[in-house]
């Protein structure tokens, strides 16, 4: 049973680390400010995602398994938020194609 | 260790990188990247509480008054920034910061082994203070004073940043007043945030009897909420004339200081406490204190009046 | 699984120490906020790895503070660099 849940989070944070390494990537080699911002929202949410996904596989105490979700909830709604401002600033206060 | 090896690298490269940029917004960026650098250090090295003050002090907080600094500069930035100091003033800057590094640097390799300690004094005394957190023993109990002479530099320090104020601002309410946008994202992300912000600060603050956490850190997560609220245009900042404002200010240091001089009467000295309400007196003194310290340090981000006083 | 844990923390940390490259050249301040955003999302996951790799259970409250705090600085910066900045400039 704990083999399994270890391979579990093998896999998961594995996948985690690779969608952070894509992120950067992303952000030294995308020409553009506006596909950057794409690129750094794949580390924001599938990767940090991921890694909190992995690591529940490892949690006993159901608290504190909470409090990492509430981690990478926390940092969804920074990512999506701040994504929007800066999209919307690099525009140049145009409409950013988001509905802010 | 692999790990440790990167951060090594990473902060002393961040370091260097920040001091040299010459774009002061770039150079903020840099220092709170560096805080968050500092903050991953402290728990490698087993110290989480200054970990958590690292990260919302040091970086975030620290950050946020930088960056309220770099904006005001912001119309003499190129001017100052083409200006070179002479020769003499930057031999005289290289020689101190080699001297200090050098000191700095002769104090780490000159500590004996094991280093001085007061350590196991603390552990074995905790229990007369009815808390479990060492650090936490050691601000509130032991070393209270140095805690409480720590909160009146904060407030001199925001007294003498008030008084930068121009006379025709004086008593009148700290930054801009940010317009509100009702169907913006930022009043979006901020209705959010706000309560569980204020969920977390008081978890921060409570969990510091027992484990890492206390006053300076949920303090500092009260007032970046409260920041964020004013610049999501949600609240204004209050005049710093208004007399429940100055309460709030001097209500924490006020009771600590009380209870301290009550010291005298009831366990017989400054700052003692009776040790079967020890635990009680140092709560008594957390929750004003803690309000106090969010109000004076959300203050001094906001920086000193520039709004019009209404008479 | 620790061990693992430990490198992943390596992994993703050395990772977006390299995305820091866009802090130092910018250009613009929208792509300096980005590299920091992603250092702090990398830091915070730093952090989770370590702290059940090395059973540092208050290594995840300093995560949870960085999220917190990361938004409101994110924020500050856009707010005051980049949306300020274009305000003076147009």
């Not at chain 1, 969804?76 to 800066?86: E, K």
């Not at chain 2, 025709?168 to 309560?195: C, N």
């Not at chain 2, 569980?196 to 949920?218: C, K, M, N, T, Y």
């Not at chain 2, 005049?239 to 017989?268: D, E, K, N, Y």
């Amino acid at each position: 049973m704990s083999l399994a849940l270890d391979a579990l989070t093998f896999l998961a944070v594995a996948a985690g680390g690779f969608f952070f390494l894509a992120g950067t990537v992303g952000l030294l080699r995308f020409p553009d400010t506006l596909s950057r911002l794409h690129a750094l929202t794949k580390a924001d949410n599938l990767g940090l995602g991921l890694i909190v996904l992995g690591l529940l596989f490892q949690m006993e105490d159901p608290f504190a398994a909470l409090k990492l979700v509430a981690v990478w909830l926390l940092t969804l709604l920074a990512g999506g938020a701040v994504t929007q401002l800066i999209a919307h600033a690099a525009l140049g206060g145009r409409s950013a194609g988001v509905t802010t | 260790m692999a790990l440790d090896a990167v951060l090594a690298v990473l902060v002393v490269g961040v370091a260097v990188w920040t001091v040299a940029a010459r774009d002061t917004f770039a150079a903020v960026v840099g220092f709170v990247a560096f805080g968050l650098l500092v903050a991953l250090i402290w728990v490698r090295l087993a110290a989480p509480d200054v970990a958590l003050t690292e990260a919302a002090l040091g970086s975030g907080l620290t950050g946020g008054l930088l960056l309220g600094a770099s904006t005001r500069l912001g119309r003499t930035e190129a001017e100052a920034t083409g200006e070179l100091p002479g020769g003499l003033l930057q031999f005289a800057a290289a020689t101190v910061s080699v001297l200090v590094s050098a000191g700095l640097i002769a104090l780490v390799l000159l500590l004996p082994e094991p280093a001085p300690t007061l350590a196991p004094k603390v552990a074995a005394n905790i229990a007369a203070t009815g808390l479990q957190n060492p650090v936490t023993a050691v601000l509130m109990a032991y070393r209270a004073i140095d805690t409480l002479l720590e909160v009146m530099v904060l407030l001199l320090a925001l007294v003498g940043m008030w008084s930068l104020a121009p006379d025709h601002l004086w008593g009148g309410a700290p930054g801009r007043r940010e317009p509100a946008d009702p169907d913006g994202v930022l009043t979006f992300v901020a209705q959010v945030l706000l309560p569980v912000g204020i969920l977390v600060a008081i978890h921060i603050f409570w969990v510091g009897s027992v484990a890492p956490g206390g006053e300076f850190q949920g303090a500092t997560i009260f007032a970046a909420m409260w920041i964020l609220a004013t610049m999501a245009g949600l609240a204004n900042t209050p005049p710093v004339m208004r007399r429940s404002l100055r309460l709030l200010l001097i209500a924490g240091p006020a009771v600590f200081f009380a209870i301290g001089l009550a010291g005298f009467a009831i366990a017989g000295a400054f700052l003692a406490y009776p040790a079967d309400y020890a635990k009680l007196l140092i709560l008594i003194i957390e929750i004003p204190l803690t309000l106090s310290i969010a109000t004076t340090l959300a203050l001094l981000v906001a920086g000193p009046p520039e709004q019009e006083p209404q008479r | 699984m620790a061990d693992f844990l430990l490198v992943a923390a390596s992994f993703v940390l050395a990772t977006v120490a390299v995305g820091l490259v866009r802090i130092l050249r910018g250009p613009d301040k929208a792509d300096r906020i980005m590299a920091a955003q992603l250092l702090g999302t990398g830091g915070i996951a730093t952090l989770l790895l370590l702290a059940q790799a090395t059973s540092v259970p208050a290594a995840v409250d300093v995560a949870l503070i960085l999220a917190l705090l990361a938004v409101f600085i994110s924020v500050a910066f856009v707010k005051k660099g980049v949306i300020r900045s274009q305000m003076e400039g147009a």
